[in-house]
Every structure is written in C-alpha cells, then in structure tokens.
C-alpha cells in the first residue's frame, strides 16, 4: 500500500473503535536473522536478509477500549507509544486497554522492535477497521529499515528471503519464502548478561565498517541460492546448515571490528563450538546476537543436547537455553466480538 492510499483510508476526526469488537488479541513469531547476503551493494541493492520465524519466544498482547489510553506489562511503554502514533496518524479515539502478555526481550538479535510494533499495528488496525497491511504498518511506525524478515515471518511464517534494500524507503521485497521443516528444530542459546548492538551505536557501527568484498558478496548471494535454499526444500538438513554456518562466519568476521568478535558473546560463543564439535552444522548467532542457535534434525536429538548444555552450563553460567521449532504461519489475531 503506497502513502496516497494510506492517505485515503485515514480515519478523520476522533474514531471510535468498531463496536461489535470488545478485544483483539496479536500472537506474533519471533525470527532469526541468520544473516545478510549482500553488504556490498554495489548491483544497487544492499544487505538482503535471510531469516526464519520461530515459535518461542512470543509477542502476546490484547487491545480493547478502555476508560483512559493505558498499558500493561513487558514492554508496555515502547507499545503505548505505537499506539500513540497511531492514534495521532488516523484520528483515533485513545480510550484504549492495552495488556502485553508475553513479550520478546529487547535487543537480544530476535526482532522484538519489529514485532511489538507490528503486533500493537495489527490489533488497533482490527479494533478500528482500518485497512493496514503489515508493511504498511512497519512504514508507519518505522520498522523495516534494512530487513523485511520479520514483516515476512509476521505475514506468513516460513524461511523467508528479502532482496535488500534498494534506493528508496519502502521495506525490501520478499523474494522466497519456504516452510522449515516440522521434523527440525532450533537450539537456541540466551547470554543474560548481554545486548546486541542496536539504535544509534548500530547505524554508527554500519558506517564504521569498510567496504563489503564484492566477490565474496558473489560468493554468499550464490550459496543462499543454489545450497541454503535447495537444500531446505530437499530437508537436506547437512546443505542448509552448513550454508547457514558459512553464511554465519563470513558476516561474524566482517563485523568483528565492531562486535568484538566473530559472535557478540563469548559464552554464546563457547557453546557453539561444543555444538559443531557434537555435529552441529547449522550453528550461528542471530542479528547482533547475542542469541546464539544451532540447527537440529529432530526433537530427539535437540532434547539430548538441551540435558547436555544444561549440565555443562547451568543457570548460575548466566546461560539459558530452549528448544523451539520452526512457525509455519504468521501471527494468530483474534477478535473476540461484543456479547459473545
């Protein structure tokens, strides 16, 4: 949806909320951001992003009116001022109850921003009948900016490949999107102790650093397409997680100046190479981490190495660890309607 129609679709004056709907609720994935294909940019488009959604953990929140514009719970702030915003876009009326229920922690590298704000969108958009798209909604709450992976995992769910950002400000297009296989699953590693880079030091960090090569540019764009991709169509768990691990070292190493390391946590880092030397191929850290994942053929497996890091790592570590699986579809949105 382009700005003139969501010029035309704006709500004017102070809209009420539809009255045949008493509360909506938003379940929202979080994602994986296993990395980026093209940091050189010179074809004219830059980063180009592949990511997966995941069932654990969640955004859950609920919007309904209210006496007065309120919010509760994890992250309730950063969620009273997307619904502000849009208030103040479209004219609407601010009575409104807002309850976060679950929420994604903040810049651990698994989309929370993105998916707060979606999910915040998407709940006041159904409680007023307004016409907005995910995409429209990361425009207007400016998410987006570098990545549609977590607008494509709020849509769809899935594998999900962007085509980068091109010159203008419009979220990149997706250009695949394929499911993760329900068999595998995901070992993800959490370091308490850490935040990855984000706001101010990120943009700073992406100026700081130079050049991207372009062959090695080349050489990643072409092992996304012709193994990552292929391989997860074919359940070829041994081409897709070795694609994704070589993805992951490539870009880890171009971002040391700035991270410290090829992983932005060194007992994130520890763990991922006791998983590589347990098999693990698919190993990485998500976004700027310092979330840490490793790819699994089956819930067997991934059950035996969660006993095993949680001998090796206890809680007093600062580690934590779950397994989760691939999310096939996009954010659940119930509307519960008045009376019922």
């Not at 409104?96 to 998916?115: F, K, M």
């Not at 709940?123 to 549609?148: K, N, P, V």
């Not at 993805?247 to 880092?269: C, E, H, N």
Request: proline letters at 5%.
């Amino acid at each position: 949806m382009d700005q003139g129609m969501i010029i035309a679709t704006a709500v004017t004056g102070n809209a009420n909320a539809d009255v045949n709907v008493s509360r909506v609720t938003v379940t929202v994935p979080a994602r994986l951001h296993l990395g980026f294909v093209d940091l050189n940019g010179g074809l004219g488009r830059r980063f180009g992003s592949l990511g997966i959604a995941i069932d654990t953990p969640r955004v859950r929140l609920s919007l309904g009116p209210g006496e007065r514009l309120s919010a509760a719970g994890p992250d309730a702030a950063r969620a009273r001022h997307h619904l502000e915003s849009l208030s103040d876009r479209y004219g609407l009326d601010r009575r409104l109850d807002l309850r976060v229920d679950e929420s994604i922690p903040a810049h651990i590298g698994l989309g929370s921003g993105t998916q707060l704000a979606l999910a915040t969108g998407a709940a006041m958009a159904r409680l007023f009948g307004l016409d907005l798209d995910a995409r429209t909604i990361a425009g207007l709450l400016d998410r987006g900016a570098r990545s549609s992976i977590g607008i494509a995992t709020f849509d769809q769910g899935g594998v999900v490949m962007d085509g980068g950002r091109g010159d203008s400000d419009e979220a990149p297009p997706v250009l695949s999107r394929l499911p993760f296989p329900e068999e595998w699953r995901i070992l993800l590693i959490f370091d308490h102790a850490r935040q990855g880079l984000h706001g101010p030091e990120e943009a700073a960090a992406f100026r700081r650093l130079p050049p991207f090569p372009a062959e090695q540019a080349a050489h990643l764009c072409r092992l996304v397409l012709m193994v990552a991709l292929p391989g997860l169509a074919e359940g070829r768990l041994d081409r897709f997680g070795a694609a994704v691990a070589e993805l992951q070292g490539a870009i880890g190493d171009y971002f040391k100046p700035v991270q410290g390391a090829r992983f932005a946590s060194g007992m994130v880092a520890e763990v991922l190479g006791w998983l590589e030397a347990e098999g693990v191929g698919g190993i990485g850290q998500s976004s700027w981490g310092p979330t840490g994942f490793g790819l699994i053929g089956s819930e067997a497996d991934a059950a035996a190495l969660l006993a095993a890091a949680h001998r090796r790592w206890p809680r007093e570590s600062g580690l934590s660890f779950a397994i989760s699986r691939g999310r096939n579809r996009g954010a659940d949105i119930d509307v519960q309607r008045a009376g019922r």
